[in-house]
Each structure stands twice: as C-alpha cells, then as structure tokens.
C-alpha cells in the first residue's frame, strides 16, 4: 500500500524559501507511470496545483508558480521535494504531496495524497 508523507517547517518568514519534502512508502516514485505532484489549499479556497515531477524525472509547473517552483526527487530516498521562493502571506496554505497515474493538474485525478501540511508565512 503506497503511503505518502509530506515534512517540513510549518512556519516561513516572508521572502525565504519554503520547503517540504514528501517521502513515499510501499512504492517506487519511479515506477511507470506515476506522476508526483505538490497541491496546496490556501484558507477558505480550493485546492491549486502547483507542479509535478513524473516516474522519469521529467517537471511542470503551474504557469502563475512557475518562476518561483521547483520540483526535485531522490531516488535513492524515495522522495520528492518542494521549493518555493520569495514566499509571501498568500503562500500560507495546507500543503499536499499526491500521485496520480499519468498527467493531471486536476486534483480529483490524484488517488493517493498525504495527510498534508500547514504552512505558515509570517514575520
């Protein structure tokens, strides 16, 4: 059963980088044909794709993320990771890893997601 675990500071400061890794259990991220991909729910709003790496290492990125995101993985670890720069309180959100067979920047289409986590900008 694939599990999956997102880690990170929950608090930020305005301006840095945010980062979360999501770590996979019971499965290889590099397994045909599973995309990996961040998703975030800011308060009182839906969720919003940001970006995915798939089974080959291959990235997208949301158009209105995509000069501030970054998408990387360790295979050797099992996990990807998440960077987000020049964050500011509009990036304070829930924050999900989730996988999905084959391309999606629709969240109905991800069947696996971690619990997630509350990030925090703030001074």
């Known amino acids: 059963q694939v599990q999956l675990q997102e880690s990170g500071p929950g608090l930020v400061k305005p301006s840095q980088t945010l980062s979360l890794t999501c770590t996979v259990s019971?499965?290889?991220?590099?397994?045909?044909?599973?995309?990996w991909s961040w998703i975030r729910q800011p308060p009182g709003k839906g969720k919003e794709w940001m970006g995915a790496i798939a089974y080959s290492g291959s990235t997208w990125y949301s158009p209105s993320l995509k000069s501030r995101t970054s998408i990387s993985r360790d295979t050797s670890k099992n996990q990807f990771t998440l960077q987000l720069s020049s964050v500011t309180p509009e990036d304070t959100a829930v924050y999900y890893c989730a996988r999905a067979t084959g391309y999606s920047e629709h969240s109905d289409e991800y069947d696996i997601w971690g619990q997630g986590t509350q990030v925090t900008v703030s001074s």
């Open positions: 019971g499965g290889s991220i590099t397994t045909n044909y599973y995309y």
